[in-house]
Nanobody, 124 residues
Framework: QVQLVESGGGPVQPGGSLRLSCTAS?????MGWFRQAPGNEREGVAT?????????WYGDSVKGRFTISRDNAKNTVYLQMNSLKPEDTAMYYC???????????????????WGQGTQVTVSS
């Protein structure tokens, strides 16, 4: 059983930046980030593969502002969030899978492991 531990959330003003980290207790093939605001479904934010040059995919609402990266040696994935907006406020969850979810990466049912979540609040 792989455990995921996230860190890096907190309050930030609009236009600011935050960097989230997630470390897995063991090997994972795919890692990604989701978020969920109160009353909303869990939304796929970003993911990248472990191999093949680490190709990445992003949700439409974060393209151009968020960047996902990975340190395979540390089993850690990062989410650099820039130009944050109030609508980015949510609980952010790290996810990991034993295979590559492919074109269905944004679906939460494609992932095997979840972190406990870290809150991001964007407000002035």
């Amino acid at each position: 059983q792989v455990q995921l531990v996230e860190s890096g959330g907190g309050p930030v003003q609009p236009g600011g930046s935050l960097r989230l980290s997630c470390t897995a207790s063991g090997f994972t093939f795919s890692m990604g980030w989701f978020r969920q605001a109160p009353g909303n479904e869990r939304e796929g934010v970003a993911t990248l593969t472990r191999i093949g040059g680490g190709a990445s995919w992003y949700g439409d609402s974060v393209k151009g502002r968020f960047t996902i990266s990975r340190d395979n040696a540390k089993n850690t994935v990062y989410l650099q969030m820039n130009s944050l907006k109030p609508e980015d406020t949510a609980m952010y969850y790290c996810a990991a899978a034993n295979s590559w979810p492919g074109s269905r990466w944004y679906r939460s049912d494609q992932w095997n492991y979840w972190g406990q979540g870290t809150q991001v609040t964007v407000s002035s």
